[in-house]
């Protein structure tokens, strides 16, 4: 079936080269897509918390690394809701915005603490020389000033002193360069780090004002920043590498299996509505028969149902054929290569 510019349904773009207005039918994004009206992202991550399927296991894991004050390591194929579940302990409990560091092969610990920009201090200092005359440029206090080229990273800004814990998210661990979760130990065991560029001032009792992650100004006495409540940590493995026993002793462990086909209509459901699941049943047995041979991801059948059914529960192909091409393309397994 051809589509026309006017068409109610599916095409937005027709690929004829012609203008017109179709771009305002575009329907609303997914749930998990929507940047909201506003531009801020607190709604999309305030759904990403509270839509999210916890199991008893889950349940019960989460509470005994908040009892114990240890950090939880997460394993589970890609799209099991590992990251997911940093957001929903947050949001049942209150702890405010989660703190995500995203670890690369090139990521250090002092990343994850704090930055220093110690040559736009330079800069900045060479600039007063010039417009000032030099007892003037020296007449500000060395440490206030500090502390204007300095920033906590997702990780320094966890362990400040807090009445309730705060949430970290550690992405994607096994990404990181091997000395990296030794370097943790300490962070962990101690729950407090050195900034040395503040430690070494010479007014020793200056109280720092320096950025956290989020942006807000934070006081830093002596260097020195020392949980008062151990932030609850989700660290994330795709399961690719092996950590050392040192690592491993100080964290609590979970593998999130892939899920079935009840827990999927649960997902379905709180993302979609009940109608998206009874219409995707055949779709959500399809993904399970298919998963034990090909890598599929559940964000990937989130995606197939949202277009099997939109935001109001109503199909958005033209033709069947239509549907079942587009269907193979977003469920194309994910270790198929281009």
């Known amino acids: 079936m051809t589509t026309t510019p006017n068409s109610p349904a599916w095409g937005i773009y027709q690929g004829s080269g012609e203008p017109h207005d179709g771009i305002r039918r575009l329907p609303p994004p997914p749930p998990w897509r929507d940047h ?59 702890l405010g915005q989660v703190l995500n560091w995203p670890i690369t092969s090139r990521s250090l610990l002092r990343d994850g603490l704090y930055t220093y920009d110690a040559l736009g201090r330079l800069q900045d200092a060479n600039l007063k020389m010039e417009s000032l005359n030099r007892d003037a440029a020296f007449a500000a206090p060395y440490a206030l000033d500090i502390g204007r080229y300095l920033q906590l990273g997702p990780l320094g800004t966890a362990l400040l002193p807090n009445h309730v814990p705060r949430v970290l998210l550690i992405d994607e661990i096994d990404k990181s360069d091997p000395d990296l979760p030794n370097d943790l130990l300490n962070v962990f065991e101690e729950g407090e780090f050195v900034i040395p560029e503040l430690a070494r001032l010479e007014h020793r009792e200056a109280r720092v004002q320096v ?128």
């Open 211 to 338: 950025y956290d992650a989020t942006g807000d100004y934070v006081r830093v006495d002596h260097g020195r920043v020392r949980a008062t409540s151990f932030p609850f940590t989700v660290l994330t493995s795709n399961g690719e590498r092996d950590f050392p026993p040192a690592f491993l002793r100080r964290c609590l462990r979970l593998e999130l299996p892939e899920p079935g086909v009840d827990h999927l209509a649960r997902i379905v459901q709180a993302h979609l509505g009940p109608e998206a699941v009874r219409k995707g049943a055949a779709l959500i047995q399809d993904f399970v028969l298919r998963r034990p041979t090909e890598a599929l991801s559940t964000d990937q059948l989130l995606n197939a149902v949202f277009l099997l059914v939109g935001n109001e529960g109503e199909e958005q192909f033209e033709t069947t054929d239509q549907g079942e091409q587009v269907l193979r393309t977003v469920l194309r397994p994910l270790d198929s290569g281009f």
């Open 36 to 94: 909201g009206t506003t531009g801020y992202p607190d709604e999309r991550t305030w759904r990403r918390g509270a839509v999210y399927q916890a199991t008893p296991e889950i349940v019960d894991t989460v509470n005994a690394a908040l009892y114990l004050r240890r950090p939880l390591l997460v394993t589970g194929p890609p799209g099991s809701g590992k990251s997911s579940l940093a957001y929903h302990v947050a949001h049942e409990l209150g």
